[in-house]
């Protein structure tokens, strides 16, 4: 009978490696983001100089030199349809289209630069790990800086319509502030007392915050308010997709993660995937795939969801 459950049990585990179809493998060299935009262009990014771009809407990856050894940190789409990729010591590279030679614009190296939005196409905020949110408004060609020292561990930036939200925590709390001027000025509008919030998320109706412990929360109000949602997971929540009433959160604990599936707007979870990772990934939702870019071996894999709708 023992022989019988572990046969069934690895059954089992393979059939469930199997769902996932897996597209490119580094062997030990780190992936942490991806992304798509709605033409298919999907790009993936990890910090030891790895960026990696598909035409063909995810099914094949080649890899592009970035021109830099300094750690990068944050990938996304430009609006006139490029690449943008910050990293250490002020490091911004761009690509005007996928293949296409990198253009340097890199700032001042006293700038750890990690996550950016597009506030309208010639005015750029990019958040660094010293307190500072670096501003231009000629697509780069001049900066500014603004420093948030209550809270000067800066994590997340979004753009909601014409406001603009920042996550940022101390020892102590992790704090919202809300820009009305295309990020010029910033306005402390809310705290959250003993938490850590990670990410920002617009979904086109609602804002998310995730972060720390099983942190989830929403907000309809601008970020005044917020309606907390019990995921039942003491996991980090580093990562958030959605598609009509499903959300996928990508979950990080020690040398775990999971994926939590809500098919009810977050009333109720369940485990979509569990495996090993020993450094954290993203996920994105793209037409009906979710793909995933994670660990020290630099997998990208796909997984169908269609069934799911």
């Not at 199997?18 to 910090?47: H, M, R, S």
């Amino acid at each position: 009978m023992k022989i019988l459950i572990l046969f069934m049990l690895i059954m089992h585990l393979s059939a469930e490696a199997e769902d996932w179809n897996t597209v490119a493998n580094l062997n030990n060299e780190p992936l942490t983001k991806i992304k798509f935009n709605d033409n298919g262009i999907g790009i993936v990014l990890g910090p030891r100089n790895n960026y990696l771009y598909s035409t063909d809407a995810g099914l094949s990856w080649k890899r592009q030199y970035v021109g830099t050894h300094y750690p990068l940190m944050n990938i996304d789409f430009t609006p006139d349809g490029g690449i943008l990729i910050t990293g250490y010591y002020g490091t911004i590279v761009y690509f005007s289209k996928p293949g296409n030679e990198f253009e340097d614009l890199s700032i001042d190296p006293v700038f750890n630069l990690a996550k950016f939005t597009y506030v309208n196409p010639n005015t750029l905020l990019i958040l660094s790990q010293n307190s500072y949110i670096l501003r231009s408004t000629d697509k780069g060609e001049t900066w500014k800086a603004v420093s948030i020292i209550e809270h000067p561990n800066l994590t997340s930036i979004a753009k909601v319509h014409d406001k603009i939200y920042l996550s940022a925590y101390n020892d102590n709390a992790s704090a919202i502030y809300e820009s009305n001027d295309e990020g010029e000025t910033w306005k402390l509008i809310n705290i959250f007392e003993g938490e850590q919030i990670w990410n920002l998320h617009y979904d086109g109706n609602k804002i998310w915050a995730l972060g720390f412990d099983g942190l989830l929360c929403n907000s309809t109000d601008n970020c005044l308010t917020w309606n907390w949602i019990n995921t039942q997971t003491n996991y980090s929540i580093n990562g958030f997709v959605s598609d009509k009433n499903n959300i996928w959160l990508y979950c990080k604990l020690n040398n775990e993660r999971i994926i939590l599936n809500s098919q009810d707007f977050g009333a109720n979870w369940t485990e979509f995937d569990r495996s090993e990772c020993e450094y954290p990934g993203a996920m994105f939702l793209y037409q009906n795939k979710l793909f995933v870019a994670e660990n020290y071996h630099g997998v990208i894999k796909w997984k169908e969801i269609s069934n799911l709708k």
